[in-house]
């Protein structure tokens, strides 16, 4: 008989008179509760909750701490929303007293030491985007999309012209096209032509004096480097507008190419999968941004600035956009991205990108043998697969690919995104594993392709729950026990 004891919750563990904690008999003279509350604060009768022994509460909360797959635990391929290794020192470095003790109503005098390391995260991060003024204060990428945005209206509505339309690739992640239109924008998306990249046709064709901002991804979600992008951007400011680089993909080119070099005059980075920062999920993780000269004065405050008194928080910005954010941001994180920039230093961050690049292109070697890829001879850090063929053949799909993963012990990648490729299945390695691991995922995958249509159908098969219905958990979780 299976034993179901881990998949049950307390409650159902729960049985009258298990105690996991007993307190000793009370030794100093009882007061009645009646003298100690007002009558609104105390209850008839107990509350329901689980009687349960000490064991098997630390059974419970252990077992449930191992139905995550994490990037401490499982090889996490997961395109886009790639979360890099967060190597542990930078996690102790952020947990030392003399940074979580700290009060961010401190005076500026009392915390030189932060202020110095986040006014070195502005100026490292100026220096890889090659743009000179930073904003550390977005909690999140898409947060840091938002910000730049709002950045961008300020500067049209200063000088005095109306653009109201955002330029979007048909590619983008969905917090591009989503971002702009809460910024007031419209969106106009911009087709990718047959090689995966920006339709220069259609773009010059969409773009006129109400586009305020092209957004692109270089490299984009397909993991391909437009190298159009000069061109691009040159077409872009020839019509009045800004070009704005979703620096989402920035592993790929860290120290090798810089987004203000080849043209972008604004961008956000996502720290989590380029500088192993927790991921924000919309905070609080972090989502700074850089800008070129022009829109420096429209950046959120505080800045920290260097004058002769040392290190201070500046909120004498009188064009700013204001905070978007209480505070600094999410300090923590930045500490972690500091740790982490410093610690690889200019050529580490370069070997960082030409590892990452060479991982994804290895994948892409062996993975296209059984699994189309449409756009990859070669790839940059990620490269996105098609299930098409299988699903028309077969009737298994990139869903049934990515559940099954699960049973090897792999984290899914992303599927069905970017929406371009049919049955997509979108792999991104990162820097940090080993070719040992990745063969083992190409075997996994190649087997995978080879079994029957009803074991992947039904799978994952060696997970607590299978195949929840995924959108109404999200849309309707049951956080309350009811008996
Ligand atoms: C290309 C791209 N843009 C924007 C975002 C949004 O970033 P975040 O999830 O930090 O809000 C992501 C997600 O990682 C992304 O992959």
Redesign the pocket.
């Known amino acids: 008989m299976k034993n179901t004891q881990s998949t049950k919750l307390l409650f159902e563990l729960s049985k009258p008179g298990l105690r996991a904690v007993r307190l000793p008999e009370c030794d100093v003279p009882r007061q009645p509760l009646e003298k100690m509350l007002p009558a609104g604060a105390i209850s008839s009768s107990p509350p329901p909750l689980p009687e349960i022994s000490e064991i098997d509460v630390i059974r419970h909360f252990t077992n449930l701490s191992t139905y995550n797959m994490s990037v401490d635990t499982h090889f996490y391929p997961l395109g886009?929303?790639?979360m890099k290794y967060n190597p542990k020192r930078n996690e102790r470095l952020a947990s030392m007293p003399g940074m979580v003790d700290l009060h961010p109503y401190q005076p500026d005098s009392s915390v030189q030491g932060l202020l110095f390391l986040l006014h070195q995260c502005q100026h490292m991060l100026a220096e890889i985007a090659g743009l000179p003024a930073v904003s550390l204060q977005p909690a999140?990428?898409?947060?840091?999309?938002m910000t730049a945005l709002l950045v961008a209206a300020a500067y049209f509505r200063d000088i005095g012209e109306k653009r109201d339309t955002v330029l979007i690739p048909d590619a983008?992640?969905g917090?591009?096209p989503a971002i702009a239109a809460m910024a007031n924008f419209n969106v106009l998306p911009v087709k990718s032509n047959a090689a995966g990249l920006v339709d220069l046709d259609d773009l010059a064709a969409k773009l006129d004096d109400k586009t305020a901002v092209f957004m692109i991804?270089n490299p984009n979600?397909l993991g391909l480097f437009d190298g159009q992008i000069a061109r691009i951007a040159k077409m872009v400011h020839d019509a009045g507008g800004l070009v704005y680089l979703?620096g989402?993909?920035m592993n790929a080119i860290l120290g090798i190419t810089r987004p203000g070099d080849f043209g972008a005059d604004l961008m956000?980075y996502?720290p989590?999968?380029t500088f192993s920062g927790p991921?924000?999920?919309?905070g609080p993780?972090a989502?700074p941004i850089a800008v070129c000269e022009k829109l420096r004065p429209y950046l959120p405050v505080p800045i920290v600035v260097k004058d002769g008194n040392g290190y201070r928080l500046d909120y004498n910005r009188p064009k700013s956009i204001g905070p978007v954010r209480s505070f600094f941001g999410s300090v923590g994180v930045l500490v972690r991205m500091y740790c982490y920039i410093r610690t690889h230093g200019p050529d580490g961050l370069r070997r960082v990108a030409q590892n990452a690049v060479l991982n994804a292109n290895y994948l892409l070697a062996k993975i296209k043998h059984f699994l189309p890829v449409p756009n990859g001879e070669r790839c940059m850090h990620e490269f996105v697969a098609t299930a098409a063929k299988l699903k028309a053949d077969r009737n298994i799909s990139a869903l049934d690919i990515g559940k099954r993963l699960l049973d090897y012990g792999f984290h899914a990648p992303t599927v069905y995104f970017p929406l371009i490729v049919r049955e997509a299945l979108m792999i991104e390695p990162t820097e940090t594993e080993s070719r040992a691991t990745l063969d083992a995922f190409v075997e996994a995958l190649f087997r995978i392709t080879e079994e029957p249509y009803d074991l992947l159908h039904e799978a994952p098969h060696a997970t607590p729950v299978s195949r929840p219905d995924e959108v109404l958990a999200a849309r309707n979780p049951v956080l309350k026990w009811k008996a």
């Not at 999140?140 to 999309?145: L, M, N, P, V």
Request: hydrophobic share 15%; net charge negative; with cysteine.
């Open positions: 886009s929303c790639t999140a990428g898409a947060h840091g999309e983008a992640h917090t591009n991804t979600t979703d989402a993909n956000h996502n989590h999968k991921h924000g999920g919309g993780g989502g």
